[in-house]
């Protein structure tokens, strides 16, 4: 891949890129770690590895699994170690380390955010309850669980449960420092031939309204949802909490308002109705597993993007690709075999620009694998370029203070650019990023051009260098939004993944141009097509000092069978 882009490279608008984001799963080590037997540096460096493997793909945002089943991937007075992250259930780290704060860390510092996914109802993977860790919440209520299939479920009727596994999720939303809450389509288990979910006690003692039996399970679910999103958001507003549901809500030959498809149902198979969480506003995103191809005819993935844009409901909607189906020998769906089928998914996603918000691949092996040269081509083209994160006006829609004292030296080797962060805004929240855009007097940019981009990562209140070529006295300064954090949450911040190194060195003979600067947080940037901001334009030429010491950050001006998915998530 060039370090290089051509002359005039700055000057082509890039089409509307959404969201780049990407499952890790460390259930049964699919993504990370790798191992069981890592240690802890072992661990650290491998994750590094796989976020700068991402970066460069403009991924902008992980799902990180977090709680594979009922176990921690965190220090946890709730539940035991995972043995996906030490060898046994309920062994620390040794030497001990709390894994979370640093994949926390290490995704912010390449300005990604960070989604904590919870899979809230699976409580192992098998029934072998010996192997179990002493604290497992089975050995001290086994009146919650189920047996199905091989694996022990919490029982989503049960009041207690539901309680129990808000308190879990809570517990890390208050502790740490994490931009989501996910779910991901595992609710009431995908049902399996000979089995039976044995929950008739529970339907017997807690459904005071008489309800049907897949009606009780589904207002169980419910429950949940509504219950998790009034007390996430109560706990910190900015967390956003969303969920990805199996790919086909109804048929319409089920149901008027279903899809015009002929697949399995979530509504009626895991009793989870994401259309009623839509138009209730209990999550903030649906992120729906479309795994099928163009051409699968069951469930045509133009006809479900289609659908799901329809009832979106005006919260954000990100489309599930099925990444790890062009490393599948299957035969029902020959054409994940193409390697344009990906990123054909991605073009059509665009079709839908004001609706679809960007695009979720599971799962990161799957993408670092570069199957059919697939990550080559999104890197190349659907996202060359970088994209802010869209907007979620209903958690937060005051936007940060302009920044002050910028300045502008020039040296030998390059110009540098200093400024300082704006007061806090009216609800207390202070920008945690910022954007910076090169271009040249005949462009009109927007925060949504991201080909004008520079190669800018580090903390918010800086100092960037650029090339003898950008011209100093020329520099603009204004703020915008892209991450919600009240500065008593917020030490530190960084700059988005959009800032990518493929475009250092872009220091060429284009000529002088203006350089902006533009800090923004969740919740406040412009949406995709929106009217760019009315820019602050200096009144008189800056001096050439910097003010207050403010930190230094520097831009580099050189060039530099049943498959385990299935098993486990039941995809289909």
């Known amino acids: 891949?060039?370090?290089?882009?051509?002359?005039?490279?700055?000057?082509?608008?890039?089409?509307?890129?959404?969201?780049?984001?990407?499952?890790?799963?460390?259930?049964?080590?699919?993504?990370?770690?790798?191992?069981?037997?890592?240690?802890?540096?072992?661990?650290?460096?491998?994750?590094?590895?796989?976020?700068?493997?991402?970066?460069?793909?403009?991924?902008?945002?992980?799902?990180?699994?977090?709680?594979?089943?009922?176990?921690?991937?965190?220090?946890?007075?709730?539940?035991?170690?995972?043995?996906?992250?030490?060898?046994?259930?309920?062994?620390?780290?040794?030497?001990?380390?709390?894994?979370?704060?640093?994949?926390?860390?290490?995704?912010?510092?390449?300005?990604?955010?960070?989604?904590?996914?919870?899979?809230?109802?699976?409580?192992?993977?098998?029934?072998?309850?010996?192997?179990?860790?002493?604290?497992?919440?089975?050995?001290?209520?086994?009146?919650?669980?189920?047996?199905?299939?091989?694996?022990?479920?919490?029982?989503?009727?049960?009041?207690?449960?539901?309680?129990?596994?808000?308190?879990?999720?809570?517990?890390?939303?208050?502790?740490?420092?994490?931009?989501?809450?996910?779910?991901?389509?595992?609710?009431?288990?995908?049902?399996?031939?000979?089995?039976?979910?044995?929950?008739?006690?529970?339907?017997?003692?807690?459904?005071?309204?008489?309800?049907?039996?897949?009606?009780?399970?589904?207002?169980?679910?419910?429950?949940?949802?509504?219950?998790?999103?009034?007390?996430?958001?109560?706990?910190?507003?900015?967390?956003?909490?969303?969920?990805?549901?199996?790919?086909?809500?109804?048929?319409?030959?089920?149901?008027?308002?279903?899809?015009?498809?002929?697949?399995?149902?979530?509504?009626?198979?895991?009793?989870?109705d994401a259309l009623e969480w839509l138009r209730q506003g209990w999550v903030d995103y649906v992120l729906p597993q479309l795994y099928w191809s163009t051409g699968f005819r069951v469930a045509q993935y133009p006809v479900l993007v289609e659908w799901w844009a329809r009832n979106s409901n005006g919260r954000h909607l990100y489309i599930g690709h099925g990444a790890y189906r062009m490393s599948e020998s299957t035969k029902s769906d020959t054409v994940w075999r193409n390697p344009r089928e990906l990123p054909r998914q991605v073009r059509l996603n665009r079709t839908f620009p004001t609706e679809v918000s960007g695009s979720v691949f599971f799962s990161s092996k799957s993408l670092m694998a570069n199957v059919l040269h697939t990550t080559d081509s999104l890197r190349q083209h659907e996202f060359r370029y970088p994209a802010l994160v869209p907007t979620m006006p209903w958690l937060d829609a005051v936007p940060p203070r302009p920044a002050q004292n910028l300045t502008v030296a020039t040296e030998a080797a390059a110009n540098t650019l200093t400024w300082q962060p704006g007061p806090a805004a009216a609800d207390g929240d202070q920008a945690a990023y910022y954007a910076l855009y090169r271009f040249a007097d005949d462009q009109t940019p927007t925060p949504m051009t991201p080909a004008i981009c520079l190669p800018y990562s580090g903390p918010a209140w800086p100092q960037a260098k650029f090339c003898r070529h950008y011209s100093p006295l020329r520099a603009r300064l204004r703020l915008l939004s892209h991450r919600l954090r009240p500065p008593a949450q917020r030490k530190s911040a960084y700059l988005g993944a959009h800032y990518w190194p493929r475009h250092r060195g872009n220091c060429g003979p284009n000529g002088p141009a203006r350089i902006r600067a533009v800090a923004c947080r969740t919740g406040s940037c412009p949406q995709p097509n929106a009217p760019g901001p009315a820019y602050a334009t200096p009144t008189a030429p800056r001096p050439t000092t910097t003010v207050n010491s403010p930190t230094k950050v520097k831009v580099k001006t050189k060039p530099k069978r049943r498959g385990l998915f299935e098993r486990i998530f039941g995809r289909r």
């Open 1 to 272: 891949m060039p370090s290089r882009q051509p002359a005039g490279w700055c000057r082509r608008r890039a089409a509307q890129a959404g969201v780049a984001r990407v499952w890790i799963a460390t259930v049964e080590n699919i993504d990370w770690p790798s191992s069981r037997s890592l240690t802890p540096e072992q661990q650290r460096r491998e994750y590094r590895r796989m976020l700068d493997d991402h970066q460069r793909s403009g991924i902008n945002a992980l799902f990180v699994q977090v709680r594979p089943a009922s176990d921690a991937f965190y220090q946890s007075s709730l539940e035991p170690w995972s043995k996906w992250l030490t060898g046994q259930q309920g062994k620390a780290p040794a030497p001990y380390y709390d894994p979370l704060p640093f994949l926390i860390e290490e995704a912010h510092n390449r300005g990604m955010e960070f989604h904590a996914w919870f899979n809230p109802y699976r409580a192992t993977m098998d029934t072998v309850t010996r192997r179990l860790a002493p604290n497992h919440p089975y050995r001290k209520h086994p009146e919650w669980f189920l047996r199905y299939s091989g694996k022990l479920l919490y029982n989503p009727g049960l009041p207690e449960v539901r309680n129990y596994i808000s308190e879990v999720i809570l517990d890390v939303v208050r502790r740490y420092d994490i931009d989501g809450v996910h779910f991901d389509d595992y609710f009431y288990p995908y049902p399996e031939a000979g089995q039976v979910i044995h929950d008739e006690d529970a339907f017997a003692r807690f459904n005071p309204d008489g309800l049907k039996l897949a009606d009780w399970r589904r207002q169980n679910v419910n429950t949940l949802i509504h219950e998790l999103h009034d007390t996430i958001h109560h706990t910190k507003r900015w967390v956003k909490f969303g969920i990805s549901p199996f790919g086909v809500w109804r048929n319409q030959s089920t149901d008027p308002n279903g899809s015009a498809t002929k697949a399995f149902q979530g509504y009626d198979g895991l009793y989870a």
